[in-house]
């Protein structure tokens, strides 16, 4: 049989499609399985990392289906966002246009990869339909208080005037046209994540099937922490300041403050901005400028405001900087300073030669000088606190704070609320109406979906929706009088927070939730490590919103998640700048999907980094065609042949026991280890066992189990070699004979006087006695005529025998 791969392939994805093969059943008293990978932004092309994804996805769902679960495999489209609008500025195309023209190429990408996704979940969430259900959401959320508006800082481009999104933002200017941006203060819709930080903190003890370090990852971001909240006092007010708040999770530090650090947007530099030397006020509006996200990995950089606050327990005069580390929407956007105990005040300190007060010793050793101590210790110089350890010394400090009405203990969360307003066009629009009687209210629920105008023109100057002539002016749903539409569209974080759950609706058009307490939690989640804050986090925050809407009953989205490593080319992330991307179609026109598949999963554990290689890619192709190759050791067969396992030869036994081994190990594969290598590993020694030997009755048996194990890896070979050789036997879950796995013997070690002397065959009903003469007869050349003054016996592993 020669290999065809694109005609089978062609073949087999037109009957899976026909058949509806891979739609789950409505049978719900089955046992389910959901598996989800991340659903795609549609770019225009898939990459090789949609391959990896979605290759491990689709292994899952088929050895599933196999095992006799009914399965719900689902894609769909990511598909509002900025990408679409630079293209309609770039190539004067409509977003809505070129969104939807991707989507139609990329399913066709995918189809090609003979991928098992659902055809009647499919949607995008660009969809009118997809857009009323979120809007209706966001009006509940909005009615409960959850949903709710205050003023901002965004990136503000005074040429184009338009609000620009971080990533807009190149060393301070538009990355349109160049111009420097300004922090503008405007109203933005928040949700209320904050009100859930607490359990999304503590529900992740729930998630033991989660890598440990998106666990972490996300505590960190919550950031919850015990601390001291206090005010030192200004020495002479500021206008309407007279003091500045501050919290500190190092209470027993308090005593090393040397500067106070306030953020650049801080209302105090407002009122002290004009009085200080030109320079200076440059640099802090040019620091404004940049956004906060850039001046984390900026150096350290600040100016002294030439102003002064006094310690509250010392009475010392504590000098106050403006620092691009200090972060407005963090805290009350200031923060005490103390550089011999936090290693980032020391790295400012050093750099402008701030004392370094030392006030917490180790308990044992000295404190070093090139750098903070920022461990617990014992404090000195600490006035009547010097000599408690820290962990004693925070709480008596707390207290003294408390008792002299100066402070308070509290407890601090680093999670902010979630800020969802985009100054752009595509995207959902937020269902709120603004009246000058009725202030801000909801849209009616009946005029829902709240749809974008498609008569706009996207030249990137201004929000095309806040520029068009009618789209805005409406009618109060409430009063009736004239009023104006919200121009904000939502972050698109709020679709993809949500969508796994529209996938159990059986018509993703006409209903926003299937059969959820059936379908939920999703089994398989997998995508990147890069999602395992922003993305993860929120669609665990919808889902107990979700909860609390009475939409959904369970508490978390996703029972297990595998976070796949990237595929790289020459050591480095594939990209285009760098002239090393592999092009999936490239790959499938010139090997066939069954070859991109094999490699991909066969390089590397998927949540290790694949490094891309030519000469493996032609390895898989190889495999293939000697897997077909070999069929001609098989007979046509309806039923598989009986066999006497006791009257098989010692070849036709290891060779039999090779292809269980695999059929066993993809077992722990798919349910423990996920290292989808060893068992195509384990596949490949099978073959080479049944290669050993030539009886037709082991070969078929071995191969059709080999079939098996492989349909989920390369399913069109799999499929046209079982129609062809088993009359299409349905792939099913297959029983694991113990007997294959009976040993009759078994192979050891001989050492005489710890020195190797070969290898002996023994029954492996074998007493140690037995063993032991056996050892001796096989090593006599070596004890003969001497005196055995010791038999060591290590079960299945050696005999030594020690000889004088």
């Given amino acids: 049989m020669e290999y065809r791969p694109h005609e089978i392939e062609k073949k087999w994805q037109t009957k899976w499609l026909e058949s509806g093969y891979f739609e789950p059943k409505k049978d719900k008293s089955l046992p389910k399985k959901y598996v989800l990978s991340m659903f795609p932004y549609p770019s225009g092309r898939i990459h090789m990392g949609h391959v990896r994804n979605y290759t491990i996805g689709d292994a899952f769902a088929r050895y599933y289906r ?359 066009y595509w995207g959902a629009p937020i269902p709120l109406i603004h009246c000058s009687k009725c202030g801000t209210v909801p849209e009616k629920i009946e005029n829902l979906p709240v749809t974008l105008p498609e008569d706009v023109e996207i030249t990137g100057e201004g929000n095309p929706l806040d520029n068009h002539p009618t789209w805005k002016f409406c009618k109060c749903p409430k009063c009736g009088g004239d009023a104006v539409r919200e121009t904000d569209t939502m972050d698109t974080f709020i679709q993809s927070s949500w969508y796994q759950f529209h996938y159990t609706a059986e018509n993703p058009k006409k209903e926003a939730f299937g059969d959820v307490s059936y379908w939920t939690p999703i089994d398989h989640y997998i995508g990147g490590i890069e999602h395992a804050i922003l993305h993860l986090l929120y669609a665990r925050f919808f889902t107990k919103l979700l909860r609390d809407l009475g939409k959904i009953e369970i508490d978390e989205p996703f029972n297990h998640l595998l976070t796949q490593g990237m595929v790289l080319k020459d050591g480095a992330k594939m990209s285009k700048s760098k002239g090393n991307v592999i092009d999936p179609d490239e790959i499938i026109s010139k090997y066939g999907a069954d070859t991109a598949r094999l490699f991909i999963l066969f390089t590397a554990p998927p949540t290790k980094e694949l490094e891309w290689n030519d000469s493996g890619v032609e390895g898989a192709f190889r495999f293939i065609r000697r897997l077909i190759l070999k069929s001609e050791n098989i007979d046509k067969m309806e039923e598989l042949p009986k066999i006497d396992h006791s009257q098989l030869s010692k070849t036709e036994k290891f060779a039999r026991r090779k292809v269980y081994e695999a059929l066993k190990r993809a077992d722990e594969v798919y349910n423990n280890s996920y290292t989808f290598n060893t068992l195509i590993a384990g596949v490949m020694e099978a073959l080479n066992g049944l290669d050993k030997q030539s009886n037709r009755k082991i070969w078929s048996e071995g191969y059709w189990i080999l079939l098996n194990i492989l349909e989920p890896i390369i399913p069109h070979v799999a499929w046209e070699l079982s129609e062809k050789f088993f009359k299409l036997r349905n792939f099913g879950k297959l029983e694991i004979l113990d007997e294959v796995f009976e040993i009759e013997e078994i192979k050891l070690g001989l050492s005489i006087n710890g020195k190797n002397r070969g290898e002996f065959s023994v029954p492996a009903t074998a007493s140690k006695d037995e063993i032991i003469s056996i050892a001796k007869q096989h090593g006599s050349k070596w004890i003969e005529g001497k005196n055995i003054i010791k038999e060591i016996y290590v079960p299945n592993r050696l005999v030594n025998i020690v000889v004088k």
């Fill in 66 to 424: 196999q095992q006799g679960f009914n399965v719900l495999h689902p894609i769909g489209w990511d598909s509002f966002g900025m990408p679409a609008e630079n293209a309609a500025i770039k190539h004067g195309i409509h977003p809505k246009k070129w969104t939807y023209e991707n989507i139609d190429y990329m399913r066709k990408e995918l189809q090609s990869l003979g991928l098992s996704f659902s055809q009647t979940r499919e949607f995008a969430t660009s969809d009118k339909e997809y857009t009323k259900f979120e809007q209706e959401f966001i009006i509940e959320l909005w009615n409960r208080g959850l949903l709710y508006k205050k003023k901002a800082n965004l990136n503000w481009c005074p040429n184009d005037k338009t609000v620009l999104a971080n990533e807009q933002v190149v060393e301070g200017k538009c990355w349109r046209c160049g111009h420097d941006i300004e922090q503008k203060e405007m109203e933005q819709y928040y949700l209320k994540i904050t009100a859930y930080a607490d359990e999304l903190l503590e529900d992740l003890k729930k998630l033991t099937n989660w890598p440990h370090q998106v666990r972490t990852m996300q505590e960190n971001w919550i950031g919850k922490s015990r601390g001291l909240q206090f005010k030192f006092q200004l020495k002479q007010p500021i206008g309407e300041i007279a003091n500045l708040s501050v919290f500190t999770t190092r209470p027993d530090t308090i005593y090393g403050v040397t500067y106070i650090a306030v953020a650049p947007e801080h209302k105090i530099i407002d009122e002290v901005l004009d009085s200080l030397e030109e320079e200076k006020r440059d640099r802090i509006l040019e620091i404004r400028r940049t956004p906060p996200r850039d001046r984390a990995t900026m150096e350290k950089e600040g100016i002294p405001l030439g102003i002064y606050a006094i310690h509250p327990l010392t009475g010392e005069k504590v000098e106050i900087w403006t620092a691009n580390f200090v972060l407005a929407d963090y805290g009350s956007g200031a923060v005490m300073a103390v550089p011999a105990h936090d290693e980032r005040d020391f790295e400012f300190a050093s750099k402008y030669g701030i004392e370094k007060r030392v006030v917490v010793v180790p308990k044992d050793g000295e404190v070093p000088s090139d750098r903070p101590f920022i461990e617990d210790g014992i404090l000195q110089n600490s006035g009547k606190f010097s000599g408690l350890s820290s962990s004693k010394a925070r709480e008596k400090i707390i207290e003294e704070f408390e008792k002299r009405g100066i402070g308070k203990a509290v407890i601090n969360y680093k999670l902010r609320d979630w800020g969802i307003s985009r100054q752009r």
